[in-house]
């Protein structure tokens, strides 16, 4: 079982790069914002998968709770930012 | 013999939500811009992290001896998925909303892909 779940935290960090392309070649600045969101999702089930590896999942827990908490306000402060700004042409 | 059971359960839970957010990953990277963008982003992942977070939570309550302190983690693990659950669509609702208050056309068939 530990092996099946170390290959999903590799397969989960394979994903990641994925998305990292989108965050780091997104043309305009929302598609950035979409890659990093999705980043941030992974990451929470990647903290559990680790909080599983090293057998401290009862703290791991609450670290891949507050990172939800934190990735879902980043993205909701961006977004109005941007709302408020309208600066945001296509480049 | 249940060890073997809730094994199975928790290999499938994990597989489906790796099969998902493959597919969100790589929608993210194909579709032409970035309202297209969204449909993978938004859906997949919130469904993906669902499914994982069953299925580790399964994994977490060991069914040989069931404690306390096990149960109560894997409920907190479901509040991770219903908080994802209710907070993805937000999040996607937002960053919508900003791109049609700049003003930017949706693509059409035809026109140029963006990125």
Known sequence: MTSFLLFCGLFLCAMMLISLYRA???PTVLDRLIGTNAIGSKTVVLLLIIGYLYGRVEMFVDIALAYALLNFI??????????KKKGLREE | MI?????????????AGLVLFAGGGIGILRMPDFY???????KLDSLGLMLMVLGLAVHNIHWEH???SNILVSIKMLLIAGFVFHASPTATHAIVDAGIQAGMRPWRKGNTRRG
């Open chain 1, 24 to 26: 780091v070649f997104g």
């Open chain 1, 74 to 83: 980043a993205v909701l402060a961006a977004s109005r930012y941007f709302y």
């Open chain 2, 3 to 15: 060890e073997y059971v809730s094994n199975g359960v928790v290999i499938f839970f994990l597989s």
């Open chain 2, 36 to 42: 297209s963008r969204l449909h993978p982003a938004g």
């Open chain 2, 66 to 68: 069931i404690q306390l």
